[in-house]
């Protein structure tokens, strides 16, 4: 059943969302022209100072999933009644200090801006448009909750997918017939309030015996306190450089930024829903068995190693010339910030494996030490370097933070409260893949230099024969170093014989 779920939760999670990113690189492209780079660098600056607003929800939905994952299997519905009852009270509260903290933002906008690009009237305005739209989704967290902790996150998923792919096509005709930003706005805050709705009425229909009560349970509180951190390191991580720019290069560099960062979000948000999809299913293993959960462990790491090099190592090679066909010369960046960005999508999956591990078994504590450092880390060289380099400094902040602060602290914490094993086999294993990825890298460029890429015709076949090789080879090296056994889990595959015989 476990796994079941966690396929039904990434199909409905990952194929919509992938027409979504295709529409999104349109929307973009049709937003760059129409709006221009500084209406576009507005609207881009928007999003990255609301998400720290989502600091005022504490973690609370983390550790509420936590402490819901054992009345659920027992189905408790009393108690399953009481901890959301609590939560939906939590959040009226925390949506006040929301709406006071958006207040004051709207009338300070004008703070994150190198230049006086618009007038504070304009700032003022579309900033409390995009902050209503943003706060609507916290009155449906307690219904969220449930639905993930269930391990029934497809149920409504799908929904919100279909929904913002509604959005952004209404969105790219909108731009083309006004090319103003409000109307953007407004359409984004009608669709806020579909999706509220839609919720609660498939809340009502799947779990119909859970009852919001006056009997409230706040248990949650106990691990929130730990929460807190987290959630502010995971903002830092990935939100602090779009106010940086802004504030210290201005808005024109916040586009070219994004350009490349929007293809690196967009692969991470899709490739992340297997970690969205499987959390509570692992949690659901480490309470029953932890000897297996080890070997579960390093069977996601091979798995997810597998993907990142699939994925990024033909991408390192191709996304400037991408970038520069479908955005223009003027948004290129070199090589070497080209890979630097790269890396944060190659981390951000091989990462997956820690962070379910961590919350399934509800380290939030434990883990502090790695959120503390990841912050201080990226703040301090960030800062340093972007007065010298620009955004390459940015990107060695968050790189150099991650690597620290995760890479090399957070297993020994996995490996001490769960596994009790060597983690040496995780470093060691990690390491063979990273000696892969030097060598497909090396031999893959020296490729690309036989083709002179004009146009995205040209680039997509490039793009597929790059990929294509990149696969073949990453499929015989972790054949040969044993670590295809993950193949084996996916049914489909096993029903061809090639590939059964090639798996085992």
């Not at 304009?122 to 902050?131: K, Q, S």
């Not at 029934?152 to 005709?173: D, G, M, T």
């Not at 080890?294 to 996304?319: K, Q, R």
Request: glycine share 4%.
């Amino acid at each position: 059943m476990r796994t079941k779920n966690t396929i039904y939760n990434l199909l409905a999670d990952v194929l919509p969302q992938i027409i979504i990113v295709f529409v999104s690189f349109f929307r973009v492209k049709i937003f760059l022209e129409y709006l221009g780079t500084e209406q576009l660098g507005l609207y881009q600056l928007y999003a990255q100072i609301l998400s720290y607003l989502s600091l005022a929800e504490l973690g609370l939905t983390g550790a509420a999933m936590y402490y819901l994952y054992k009345p659920i299997s027992e189905k408790n519905y009393k108690k399953i009644s009481a901890i959301l009852s609590g939560v939906q009270r939590t959040f009226r509260y925390i949506l006040l200090a929301m709406l006071i903290i958006g207040i004051a933002l709207t009338f300070n906008i004008s703070f994150f801006f190198k230049n006086d690009c618009f007038t504070n009237t304009f700032l003022m305005i579309t900033f409390a448009i995009a902050f209503l739209s943003n706060i609507l989704g916290y009155f449906i967290t307690p219904y969220i909750v449930m639905f993930d902790s269930s391990q029934e996150r497809y149920k409504y998923i799908l929904h919100v997918q279909i929904l913002l792919i509604i959005r952004h096509l209404l969105a790219i005709l909108l731009v083309v017939v006004f090319k103003n930003l409000y109307f953007i706005l407004i359409l984004e805050l009608v669709f806020s309030i579909l999706q509220n709705v839609i919720i609660r009425l498939l809340f009502k229909k799947n779990y119909p015996k859970v009852k919001f009560t006056k009997e409230r349970d706040y248990c949650f509180w106990k691990k929130t306190k730990s929460l807190i951190p987290h959630k502010i390191g995971t903002l830092v991580a990935n939100n602090i450089d779009v106010i940086i720019i802004s504030k210290v290069l201005g808005l024109a560099t916040v586009v070219v930024y994004n350009c490349y960062y929007y293809v690196i979000f967009n692969l991470s948000n899709i490739i992340g829903r297997i970690g969205n999809a499987s959390i509570a299913s692992v949690g659901n293993l480490i309470v029953s068995d932890k000897i297996k959960s080890y070997n579960v462990f390093l069977e996601y790491n091979s798995m997810l190693f597998f993907i990142a090099t699939v994925i990024c190592v033909p991408l390192a090679i191709m996304i400037s010339p991408f970038v520069e066909i479908w955005y223009g010369k003027e948004m290129l960046v070199n090589n070497f910030t080209a890979i630097m960005f790269v890396f944060l999508l190659f981390y951000s999956i091989i990462r997956i494996v820690l962070n379910t591990f961590s919350s399934a078994s509800g380290l939030f504590k434990e883990t502090l030490i790695c959120t503390y450092s990841e912050i201080a880390i990226n703040l301090i060289v960030s800062l340093i370097l972007v007065n010298y380099i620009g955004i390459t400094g940015l990107l060695i902040g968050t790189c150099s933070s991650l690597i620290i602060s995760e890479f090399l602290i957070k297993p020994f914490i996995l490996n001490k409260n769960i596994f009790n094993n060597k983690i040496s086999k995780y470093y060691l294993d990690c390491f063979k893949f990273f000696i892969f990825i030097f060598i497909s890298y090396i031999l893959l460029y020296f490729i690309i230099t036989k083709f002179s890429i004009t146009n995205m015709f040209m680039w997509f076949i490039v793009g597929i024969l790059i990929f294509t090789i990149n696969l073949l080879f990453s499929l015989i090296y972790y054949k040969v170093i044993n670590k295809i056994n993950f193949l084996s889990r996916i049914e489909i595959l096993n029903k061809i014989k090639f590939v059964k015989k090639f798996i085992s």
